[in-house]
């Protein structure tokens, strides 16, 4: 199992960037799937999912209506649209699935360590 992401960088503050994750060695469709992210100094905050159910969608509040999560089964990649952002955007970011979709549907959302993880990729919102 391999995740992978990116579409990372440094952008000013207002800008946007599309982060993606491409998965591959397992069956995809019946993971939910998630952006998690940790800034300096803060624990980890998962930041949106999407089930693979009914492809139901949480986001954490400080990013709501600026990020939109997708995933795209056919090409096993999921992408996190990120708009409008903020110098407190800045973090490490990470995908990672899950088989359970009641993990993106408990408060928080909570991915355990034995889910699949990518290894993270830096984004940096200057003010």
């Known amino acids: 199992v391999q995740l992978v992401e990116s579409g990372g960088g440094l952008v000013r503050a207002g800008e946007s960037l599309t982060l993606s994750c491409r998965a591959s060695?397992?069956?995809?469709?019946?993971?939910?799937l998630g952006w998690f992210r940790q800034a300096p100094g803060k624990e980890r905050e998962a930041v949106s999912c999407?089930?693979?159910?009914?492809?139901?969608?949480h986001y954490v509040d400080s990013v709501k209506g600026r990020f939109t999560i997708a995933r795209d089964n056919r090409d096993q990649a999921w992408n996190l649209q990120m708009n409008a952002l903020k110098p407190e955007d800045t973090a490490v970011y990470y995908c990672a699935d899950t088989l359970y979709d009641s993990s993106c549907r408990t408060r928080p959302v909570q991915f355990m360590p034995s889910d699949y993880w990518g290894q993270g990729i830096q984004v940096t919102v200057s003010s």
């Open positions: 060695g397992f069956r995809f469709a019946g993971y939910a």
């Open positions: 999407i089930t693979s159910d009914d492809l139901s969608t």
